[in-house]
């Protein structure tokens, strides 16, 4: 039976680190969901995304070093952004829905997954000359196109992630320090036009109320407000499981989606907010460690790609749960309800567990000074 498991090549410590994270997201929902419809419905998309993760990790995934699948992929990814504004469906001020009946797609999710394969294409091809400001400003490009789609639907949320996955990959692939400050540059002059031309005003209050939190307590700040609130409540060793007060009467909005960690920091308090930080941190560093492992330049840009994914969002969300950042309608990895994003984050893995299959043995000091510039 240990010969079966090893011969599969999935990295078990990665996948069972995730399971206390899904397990965290769905007791969280059955607490206040009434008959648990949430939690009903996301074990279908748990089961659905962990058999894609299974089936992945049997595909030999070097085809997509070819350009014209990445191409292929990156295209169709924009068309069904585009499609958005003719037939996509208005959930929560955002036309970024696919409307199917019994359920619904964001295309936006796995348009997070095809950016990482197409800016793992462009710079492991250039990774020698990556010093080059040109490559920057092309790989700019790629991500701004996905960037401008989601902005105007208007998804804040998926465009910051976007732009983060850009700005994480262009800064471990080498970029020299002094485009460093170029990149930061253009990072305000976006910015500065989607404050100008692309914002509408209800996202420039959240942005406000990012500055001034507690100045708007009972209108723009008050998800923030009630977020903070819930986390505090939760003390040290939470309230219990279905004694969340700010949830269960409802003054904590979105608590199975936004919210869902202010929710289950509020039931299982800071032990239980330190034991999800321990488990995210795992999957990390379990990506991580598989990216070195990659064959080529291209396996190991793409497990720093997905690495950052999940970082960008995990920061984003719980920053936003605790009143760091402005609330952005970001989901948290594995914990927040919905399809496309469990489907997204759970391809990737499969993807790096396909490529997991022909990886070989990388020193670290070699990688380490070839991608991050240490030694």
């Known amino acids: 039976m240990t010969e079966f498991f090893r011969s599969l090549k999935i990295d078990w ?20 969901g009434g008959e648990g419809a949430y939690a009903n419905k996301q074990f279908v998309w748990i089961g659905i995304s962990i058999l894609i993760f299974f089936l992945f990790s049997f595909v030999d ?8 699948v990445i191409i292929f992929l990156f295209l169709s990814g924009c068309v069904l952004l585009l499609a958005l504004f003719a037939v996509g469906s208005v959930f929560k001020g955002a036309q970024g829905w696919f409307n199917l009946g019994a359920f619904a797609i964001q ?35 790629y991500a701004f196109i996905p960037f401008v789609l989601v902005a105007i639907q208007p998804d804040f949320g998926s465009a910051m992630i976007f732009f983060l996955i850009w700005f994480g990959m262009v800064f471990v692939s080498g970029i020299s320090k002094k485009h460093l400050l170029v990149v ?9 036009t989607l ?19 507690l100045a708007d307590i009972r209108g723009a700040g008050y998800n923030a407000f009630q977020s903070t609130v819930a986390i505090g409540s939760g003390g040290v060793f939470g309230k219990g499981v279905g ?21 289950f920091s509020e039931e299982w308090g800071f032990v ?12 990390i560093w379990r990506i991580l460690a598989n990216a070195m492992l990659g064959e080529t330049n291209f396996e190991i840009l793409f497990g720093m790609g997905i690495a950052i994914y999940f970082i960008a969002h995990f920061v984003i969300n719980v920053g936003m749960n605790i009143g760091l950042l ?33 990886s070989r043995v990388a020193h670290r000091d070699d990688l380490q000074h070839e991608f991050l510039g240490v030694g």
Do not use: C
């Not at 995934?61 to 014209?68: H, P, Q």
């Not at 950016?115 to 250039?126: C, E, G, M, P, Q």
């Not at 239980?272 to 999957?283: D, N, Q, S, Y």
């Open 243 to 263: 004694y969340g007060t700010q949830s269960r009467l409802n003054f904590l909005p979105e608590y199975q989606t936004d919210f869902v960690f202010a929710a």
């Open 61 to 68: 995934f070097r085809f997509l070093r070819r350009t014209g």
């Open 107 to 141: 295309p936006a999710d796995p348009m997070k997954l095809v950016l990482v394969l197409v800016l793992t294409k462009y710079f492991s091809r250039r990774h020698i000359e990556i010093a080059n400001i040109r490559h920057i400003i092309v790989s700019g490009i």
């Open 13 to 32: 410590i990665l996948f069972f680190s995730t399971l206390p994270l899904l397990l965290a997201g769905v007791v969280t929902m059955s607490s206040f």
């Open 184 to 192: 930061f540059t253009l990072g305000l002059v976006s910015f500065g």
């Open 272 to 283: 239980g907010v330190v034991l999800l930080f321990i488990f995210f941190a795992l999957v």
């Open 195 to 213: 404050w100008g031309f692309v914002f509408h005003e209800y996202q420039k209050q959240r942005i406000m109320t990012f500055i001034h939190p």
């Open 326 to 358: 402005p609330v952005t309608g970001t989901t948290i990895p594995f914990m927040s309800y919905g399809g496309s994003h469990l489907l997204t984050e759970f391809a990737a893995l499969g993807i790096l567990m396909g490529m997991r299959r022909y």
